[in-house]
Nanobody, 122 residues
Framework: AVDLEESGGGSVEIGGSLRLSCQAS????????MGWFRQSPGQERDMVAS???????RYRDSVQGRFTISRDIQKNTLYLEMKNLKSEDTATYYC????????????????WGLGTQVTVSS
């Protein structure tokens, strides 16, 4: 099993930035697809950004150009850099390690972190 722990969430004003981190408990090489998901109350958990076995990244349309996913293999850490945050980005953000080639949806996830809250307000 892999333990994942997110950090870096918080409250920020509209237009602000945050960087989320996800620390893995064991070595996660670049063959491990990983991703960031988010969930608001009453909503489904949606994929926000993912990195696949080949290092290719994918983003949901609403965050394209604002969010950047990256990974530091040496530190076993996945990041999500978020810029120009909008109120609709408010959610609990989860890190996941996925099966298959990349994190297609929440059903791809094999391991989850407990989440970190991001609140964007004016």
């Amino acid at each position: 099993a892999v333990d994942l722990e997110e950090s870096g969430g918080g409250s920020v004003e509209i237009g602000g930035s945050l960087r989320l981190s996800c620390q893995a408990s064991q070595y996660m090489d670049n063959r491990s697809p990983m991703g960031w998901f988010r969930q608001s109350p009453g909503q489904e958990r949606d994929m926000v950004a993912s990195v696949d076995r080949n290092g290719h990244t994918r983003y949901r349309d609403s965050v394209q150009g604002r969010f950047t996913i990256s990974r530091d293999i040496q530190k076993n850490t996945l990041y999500l850099e978020m810029k120009n945050l909008k109120s609709e980005d408010t959610a609990t953000y989860y890190c996941a390690a996925c099966g298959g080639d990349y994190c297609v949806s929440r059903y791809s996830a094999h391991y989850w972190g407990l989440g970190t809250q991001v609140t964007v307000s004016s």
